[in-house]
């Protein structure tokens, strides 16, 4: 990963919002939040959403790291 900083974590958020949004036409984005972990060389991920007739949201929380 890039050094970290709220820039790059603001660029995941973004990168992974238009995602969603663009190929995935069954769920209503709520939220993505991007924690760095830097000790971890990782980023936590958060994604909350409603699917398309469900009345309550579900939340993924994924761990980004470097594979190498």
């Known amino acids: 990963f890039e050094n970290f900083s709220p820039i790059t974590a603001n660029l ?3 990168e992974i919002s238009n ?3 663009n190929y995935e036409p069954r769920v209503i984005l709520k939220n993505v939040n991007v924690n760095p972990l830097p000790d ?5 991920v958060t994604i909350s959403f409603y699917l398309e007739n ?6 993924i929380t994924l761990l980004l790291e470097r594979n190498r």
Request: charged share 20%.
């Open 12 to 14: 995941l958020e973004d």
């Open 19 to 21: 995602t969603i949004n």
């Open 40 to 44: 971890e060389n990782a980023y936590n």
């Open 54 to 59: 469900a009345a309550t949201a579900t939340s």
